[in-house]
């Protein structure tokens, strides 16, 4: 079993900050890239930030210089910094894993439960 475990959500006044955690446990034998993907009420899920195990970082255009993805290898952690937070970036905020399990050769997705974000206005 695979649990991605957010933290961090909450309510913030546009122009703020807050910082979003994901732990992955379980039978992990390879990570290949974590990310955040964010949905609002009525609007489909929607890549927010992803960081691959080479560091690579892929953020999309609406957060671009606002958040900054980061991640921890050794405790299998990923961050997202977010800052100067609008109220469009109100939505709850899914973590997300493309993950290896030991025993399994095949890489699959994974999903936290997610964390909502409030930004008020």
């Known amino acids: 079993q695979v649990q991605l475990v957010e933290s961090g959500g909450g309510l913030v006044q546009a122009g703020g900050s807050l910082r979003l955690s994901c732990a992955a446990s379980?039978?992990?034998?390879?990570?290949?890239?974590m990310g955040w993907y964010r949905q609002a009420p009525g609007k489909e899920r929607e890549l927010v930030a992803s960081?691959?195990?080479?560091?690579?970082?892929n953020y999309a255009d609406s957060v671009k210089g606002r958040f900054t993805i980061s991640r921890d290898s050794a405790k299998d952690t990923v961050f997202l910094q977010m800052g100067s937070l609008k109220p469009e970036d109100t939505a709850v905020y899914y973590c997300?894993?493309?993950?290896?399990?030991?025993?399994?050769?095949?890489?699959?997705?994974?999903w936290g439960q997610g964390t909502q974000v409030t930004v008020s206005s």
């Open positions: 379980g039978s992990i034998f390879s990570i290949n890239r």
């Open positions: 960081i691959t195990s080479g560091g690579s970082t």
């Open positions: 997300h894993a493309f993950l290896a399990r030991f025993g399994f050769s095949a890489y699959n997705n994974y």
